[in-house]
């Protein structure tokens, strides 16, 4: 039979010795995942911030600003193929008539239908009618000359009516614009171009790029040029404000109303509306519109998360939406926005 080893005594202190040193450990990396004071203070120096974005194919990291939607250019979205393209078919080439051919024919046809062309009758005089032709056309015109006076007399009094009417309308909508005029309004922006999306699996990646002289939405930024020139690694840590898990939003509702996580399903809805807006997915932002079922949703968990009466009164809201109905939308809205994303490594 095999004798067991002894089993020594551990000495209290060694034990203390080790448990201090997977404290460190537990802080380092604790740390390492927080800002330092210097970073926060450019960042906001900038007005700009990292994000993090976890979507079910993969984590990225990207920059989010918010500026007055007077200061930027709207992005520009990649346009629509042709439907002939799509089809594979060709429009239809219409054969234009020779024109030589063309005006010989056309003149025929006008020298037939011309008044007065057409063969004279039998008995008729030609130098008879044409006096009497000459009396009744100076008697004509003599009541015409008469009748245009007066026309144009009151012509001229209608114009200037007209006109004056026509000042008074211009000046009425030029005092309705400048009422109606919107107020500049705060507007988010992200690092993409032409409604994609960029989102870079490695803060290096993220650096690389924003250092190079690639063509993207945020150039328009008066903080740009420092903001190429301050950045690092080491400075690309978002919040836990900027850090968003659309991954898990569908697998959270579909565990049902006391399994959903309030702070992962409104910070879901704040950064779907705002790369919605900055995309321009209108599928998206017509889902999370007010007064959609999920925008409903939304308010509903704030609500419950506040507190007191009104999140008594939330709760039973919460209890009326349909979980699954809710976590199919979601999965539509995370669609959409994943397949606007260009991943770059």
């Given amino acids: 039979m095999a004798r067991q080893p002894s089993k020594e005594p551990v000495d209290d202190a060694e034990l203390d010795e080790v448990e201090d040193d997977e404290v460190e450990d537990d802080e380092v990396e604790e740390a390492s995942s927080e800002r330092s004071a210097s970073t926060d203070a450019m960042w906001e120096e900038l007005r700009i911030q990292p994000v993090e974005i976890a979507l079910p194919k993969g984590v990225g990291y990207t920059l989010r600003a918010y500026r007055l939607n007077t200061e930027l250019t709207p992005t520009e979205v990649e346009p629509e193929e042709d439907a002939f393209e799509q089809a594979g078919a060709e429009p239809e080439e219409i054969e234009i008539p020779d024109s030589e051919v063309f005006s010989e024919e056309y003149a025929e046809v006008?020298?037939?239908?011309?008044?007065?062309?057409?063969?004279?009758?039998?008995?008729?005089?030609?130098?008879?009618?044409?006096?009497?032709?000459?009396?009744?056309?100076?008697?004509?015109?003599?009541?015409?000359?008469?009748?245009?006076?007066?026309?144009?007399?009151?012509?001229?009094?209608?114009?200037?009516?007209?006109?004056?009417?026509?000042?008074?309308?211009?000046?009425?909508?030029?005092?309705?614009?400048?009422?109606?005029?919107?107020?500049?309004?705060?507007?988010?922006?992200?690092?993409?171009?032409?409604?994609?999306?960029?989102?870079?699996?490695?803060?290096?990646?993220?650096?690389?790029?924003?250092?190079?002289?690639?063509?993207?939405?945020?150039?328009?930024?008066?903080?740009?040029?420092?903001?190429?020139?301050?950045?690092?690694?080491?400075?690309?840590?978002?919040?836990?404000?900027?850090?968003?898990?659309?991954?898990?939003v569908v697998e959270n509702l579909r565990g049902g109303r006391d399994a959903w996580d309030s702070d992962l399903l409104i910070s879901a809805g704040e950064?779907?509306?705002?790369?919605?807006?900055?995309?321009?997915?209108?599928?998206?932002?017509?889902?999370?519109?007010?007064?959609?079922?999920?925008?409903?949703?939304?308010?509903?968990?704030?609500?419950?998360a506040n507190g007191g009466v009104g999140g008594f009164f939330a709760r039973r809201r919460l209890k009326k939406i349909g979980a699954q109905q809710a976590a199919l939308g979601w999965r539509t809205i995370i669609g959409k926005i994943s397949a606007a994303v260009d991943w770059r490594d």
Avoid at 280 to 301: F, K, Y
């Fill in 110 to 248: 006008a020298e037939r239908e011309r008044p007065g062309s057409g063969p004279k009758r039998k008995g008729s005089s030609s130098d008879e009618s044409d006096d009497e032709s000459d009396e009744v056309s100076d008697d004509i015109d003599a009541e015409l000359e008469e009748s245009e006076t007066g026309d144009a007399d009151d012509e001229s009094d209608a114009d200037a009516e007209d006109a004056d009417e026509a000042d008074e309308e211009t000046e009425e909508e030029e005092a309705a614009e400048e009422e109606e005029e919107p107020e500049p309004e705060e507007v988010p922006a992200f690092l993409g171009h032409r409604g994609r999306l960029f989102l870079f699996r490695s803060p290096e990646a993220l650096v690389a790029f924003v250092t190079s002289d690639a063509e993207h939405d945020l150039i328009q930024l008066d903080t740009w040029e420092s903001a190429k020139s301050r950045i690092s690694a080491a400075s690309v840590v978002p919040t836990d404000d900027d850090r968003y898990e659309l991954d898990l």
């Fill in 271 to 304: 950064v779907a509306r705002d790369l919605a807006h900055a995309l321009r997915l209108e599928a998206v932002r017509t889902a999370l519109a007010p007064g959609s079922p999920l925008d409903d949703l939304d308010e509903a968990l704030r609500a419950d």
